[in-house]
């Protein structure tokens, strides 16, 4: 069901009346690649883009926050907790990074409530965009259901119609909440939808459907059994020979979400603060306890631990997929290691 | 990194601990102290055995450190810290009246109404004795609600022994079964010598229904698990404690996770039933 349609320039037109109290982020293309950026007015963003190099969470879970300060006295010292509340209109999320969003809202949200992450998420005003096709070849969204998403936004945008160069021009919007839905009335954009518009959508869905192959012998559903009978196996021995264990995968992912916490101290040693910084369980030192012992020294424990924790564990957890199959990983991995391949090679080992 | 674009509010971080102050340092052997903690206005930390709490040095880090008194002495706390890396070495430096951070207590303990009623047996070695500890006082302060109750302990030398006046009075009681030993003893030691599973000897039978804590080094836990299992407890009924690197302490930043299970979480305390679904766990 479509709330609104929109021309190009009234979607551009709507972000930048919403970012006269917000900043906007969203895809920038630099050459070939594109990249979630702060810009200062929505036509430097492209959203016609194939997917972002990094995925969002970024901008809900920044690589490197400060939670805390501390101030010290001559034995005693007092802690200040740090906010992050800038209204942020975040455009251009894909169906599998809305699915990321929500498992991280889950994660930070659910038990034991991270204000820190919460802020960030109350002040984001986030706008999907619907993919039309994959955005490149190698991903396996369609295998874990996250290459459609029907919540997880404000405003959702299916690209109706592209001109001869194949930008969008005409948009089908769907509100997913209140906020939403006052975006769309006091930005006075668009018309309402037409029938046709509607029966364009439903075109446009059942040509999708057709667009993204099934890239796995299982789907999200059914790779906890296959990762349950392949906890053994020599694979990830096997593939780990080539990893790096550099983390890469990690970075990349829009459902890692580990981090460390330490201690940075100011000159003078008064004053500091507690930094949260991004960490992966593929890093050597990840599991590391003083004195020193590695609870997973191994790459192939650590190959293990992270796929579990992709394919069965989080799902299990949380009831909600801890992977989207953008296939960030496959791509970023510097050894060519490759979820897709690995799941192949489980599913042929059963 | 303090830009204008983060700004200071009064609301609570999951992050943030409470400033404790330490009243009392003793030192136990030559890596371990035993810190005596108040959270302000005598406030009670409100813990249950066997659950552990992040102690923070400001400017050095945070490190997950057992409980080792019980709530039922609630003015204070105790926390037995061995000197193993940055943020242990750094405690060790502080006294009676400095301060540190507290976040806690944190993950799951002894789930009490399991013990309450029953025979009790406490199997700990090393470092083991503080996490233990915490249930040990609470049994002997609720003694009337447990049913016998054996401690057996094992230090590889009487250097490492921890809680010494605690071991003196322990052996004086007439309501507990308490047995130590040392895996190497000197010329001074006139107790029993050998690994504790030696000191089973000791017990009277058990009880089907004894609830039974091993708390100790790896290799110790599997050598006790055959003895208790020999005697036929049942594994539901067999406890332990695990050690990993928990950094957040609330079940996300991953660090202490041991296959799909937060040990900050869902731990320390495990029984062996469900260790046994935990791979890892014995990797």
Redesign the interface.
């Given at each position: 069901m479509l709330d609104r349609v929109v021309h190009r320039t009234d979607l551009s037109a709507l972000i930048d009346e919403l970012a006269r109290t917000r900043r906007i982020v969203g895809p920038v293309k630099h050459e070939d690649r594109f990249f979630y950026e702060a810009v200062d007015r929505a036509g430097r963003l492209d959203l016609d883009f194939t997917y972002c190099v990094y995925s969002p969470k970024a901008q809900l879970l920044p690589p490197k926050e400060t939670l805390l300060t501390f101030d010290r006295t001559t034995g005693n010292f007092t802690c200040h907790p740090l906010y992050d509340e800038r209204p942020t209109v975040l455009a251009g999320v894909h169906p599998c990074d809305l699915h990321a969003i929500k498992l991280l809202d889950h994660v930070f949200g659910a038990e034991h409530a991270d204000e820190q992450y919460l802020s960030r998420r109350r002040h984001m005003f986030l706008i999907g965009i619907d993919c039309p096709h994959p955005c490149t070849a190698g991903v396996f969204c369609r295998d874990m259901h996250a290459h459609v998403a029907d919540s997880g936004f404000d405003l959702m945008c299916y690209p109706l119609e592209r001109d001869q160069a194949g930008r969008t021009v005409r948009y089908g919007v769907q509100v997913g909440t209140t906020a939403g839905q006052e975006a769309i009335l006091y930005g006075r954009v668009g018309t309402p939808p037409t029938p046709e518009a509607e029966q364009h959508l439903a075109r446009y869905q059942a040509e999708k459907d057709r667009a993204f192959p099934k890239a796995i012998p299982v789907d999200s559903a059914g790779l906890p059994g296959l990762l349950a009978k392949s906890y053994d196996s020599l694979l990830w021995e096997a593939t780990a020979r080539r990893c790096y264990s550099c983390g890469s995968c990690n970075l990349v992912c829009p459902t890692c979400y580990c981090f460390d916490i330490h201690d940075d101290g100011a000159l003078g040693g008064n004053g500091g603060e507690r930094v949260r910084e991004w960490d992966g369980c593929q890093l050597r030192g990840f599991a590391e306890v003083a004195g020193p012992h590695n609870f997973r020294p191994k790459p192939g424990s650590r190959l293990r631990h992270r796929v579990f924790r992709k394919g069965k564990w989080i799902l299990e957890r949380t009831g909600l997929p801890g992977c989207v199959g953008c296939a960030r990983c496959d791509r970023a991995c510097t050894a060519r290691i490759s979820l897709v391949d690995m799941y192949k090679q489980l599913a042929e080992e059963v | 990194?303090?830009a204008e674009?983060?700004?200071?509010?009064a609301?609570?971080?999951?992050?943030?601990?409470v400033?404790a102050r330490i009243r009392s340092v003793t030192k136990q052997t030559d890596s371990e102290m035993l810190f005596d903690i108040a959270l302000p206005e005598g406030r009670p930390l409100g813990h249950q055995p066997g659950q552990f709490v992040q102690v923070?040095v400001?400017?050095?880090?945070?490190?997950p450190i057992s409980i080792c008194t019980s709530p039922t002495r609630a003015d204070s706390f105790g926390l037995c810290v061995r000197r193993?890396?940055?943020?242990?070495a750094h405690l060790h430096g502080l006294g009676a009246?400095?301060?540190v951070?507290i976040r806690g207590p944190l993950g799951r303990g002894f789930n009490l109404a399991e013990f309450i009623g029953r025979d009790v047996l406490i199997v700990a070695g090393g470092l083991g004795l503080a996490p233990v500890r915490s249930l040990i006082q609470y049994i002997l302060d609720e003694r009337a609600n447990f049913g016998r109750f054996s401690l057996l302990y094992g230090a590889r030398n009487p250097s490492e022994l921890l809680f010494r006046a605690d071991l003196v009075r322990w052996r004086e009681r007439k309501d507990m079964n308490f047995h130590v030993t040392v895996d190497k003893p000197d010329d001074d030691w006139r107790g029993h010598s050998g690994v504790v599973t030696t000191l089973f000897r000791e017990l009277p039978a058990l009880d089907p229904s004894t609830r039974v804590v091993v708390v100790g080094p790896p290799v110790m836990f599997k050598f006790v698990v055959l003895e208790v299992l020999a005697r036929r407890i049942p594994q539901k009924q067999l406890y332990c404690s695990l050690?990993?690197?928990m950094?957040?302490g609330?079940?996300?930043?991953?660090?202490c996770?041991?296959?799909?299970v937060y040990v900050c979480m869902e731990g320390p305390v495990f029984t062996y039933g469900e260790l046994k679904a935990i791979?890892?766990a014995f990797?």
């Open positions: - | 990194m303090i674009r983060t700004k200071r509010a609301r609570p971080s999951l992050y943030e601990p400033v923070l400001p400017g050095v880090g945070e490190c193993v890396g940055d943020v242990t009246g400095d301060t951070g050690e990993r690197r950094k957040c609330v079940g996300k930043c991953g660090h996770q041991v296959n799909h791979r890892e990797e």
